[in-house]
């Protein structure tokens, strides 16, 4: 297993993890994972016209969204994580009991910036590690109230992955049947999911409730398989053609290869007092 950090052509730095078999790229920007592949090819979308630089997201790969998910508060959309740079807290690589494996993790601390937004100490650690064996991706956020005046403060988060695929009309989205969702496409209405497998002609824009802990992507002979810990909802988002034509950072045919099964804790706000921490996590995998 090797890793590296180098300076990309926009001028932002990047780890790259590798073992025999598997690859990941993240950026210090976000601690945004850019890409993971294995034996069986890439398994994240990233947009052509991705912006790439301080204070923007990237679109695609995987967002961290922390302390807010989407607009559910009142700080900037899916809060301030995803476009700041974080600091390399550990890189390693070698072997264990399960074989070969490469990690990186990387943490953020409040500063003078997002004080202003957001009155609180903090740090938020973002853990990617690939393993051979298996062929996963393991990514795990640890966040911890630093606070030393006493207070508590509470959160939303996701991991808001953007999975490549053939094409958003051939794939089905597996592993909800029977939950409540809210359908952010028709005002967030509260409905029912009956289909055993969600497909899209259109829009969708949802979050379902206790989840499980295993959602898997079908796409033809091959698919991805997402494995969630201590992210209580799922999210499953494709802008469809109106929508993808007023991003700037999206090519209009682009949503098409991709579906967004983000990793989601939404419904109830987490809260930490001083000195107590939250962890949560998903493993993917190219089926």
């Known amino acids: 297993a090797t890793m590296s950090t180098n300076n990309t052509s926009n001028g932002l730095e990047e780890i790259t993890l590798q073992t025999t078999r598997c690859k990941a790229v993240v950026y210090l920007l976000g601690s945004h994972l850019v890409s993971f592949s294995t034996s069986k090819g890439e398994v994240l979308f990233v947009s052509k016209k991705a912006i790439y630089q301080v204070g923007k997201a990237i679109r695609g790969g995987v967002p961290v969204c922390w302390p807010q998910f989407a607009g559910n508060g009142d700080l900037p959309q899916h809060g301030f994580a995803r476009n700041r740079l ?40 973002s853990k990617i590690l690939i393993r051979d064996d298996t062929e996963t991706l393991e990514h795990s956020l640890t966040a911890t109230n630093r606070n030393e005046d006493g207070k508590e403060f509470s959160f939303t988060s996701a991991l808001h992955s953007y ?11 597996q592993g909800l049947q029977g939950l409540q969702y809210a ?63 007023a991003l700037a950072d999206m090519e209009d045919e682009e949503y098409h290869h991709f579906v967004c099964v983000e990793s989601a804790l939404v419904k109830n706000r987490v809260t930490l007092h001083p000195g107590e921490g939250w962890t949560a996590s998903h493993t993917i995998s190219k089926l």
């Open 183 to 245: 359908d952010k496409v028709d005002e967030g209405k509260m409905k029912q999911e009956d289909k055993e497998s969600i497909q899209f002609s259109g829009e969708c824009d949802r979050v379902y409730f206790d989840a499980p802990n295993q959602v898997d992507i079908v796409d033809g002979t091959s698919g991805v398989q997402i494995v969630t810990n201590g992210f209580p909802e799922c999210v499953v988002w494709n802008p469809w053609a109106d929508k993808a034509k």
């Open 86 to 125: 974080w600091k390399v807290n550990n890189i390693e690589n070698g072997r264990d009991e399960k074989g070969e494996f490469a990690v990186a993790a990387l943490v953020l601390e409040d500063n003078e910036e997002t004080r202003k937004i957001w009155p609180h100490s903090f740090s938020l650690l």
């Open 163 to 173: 999975f490549s695929i053939s094409d958003i009309s051939k794939v089905q989205v």
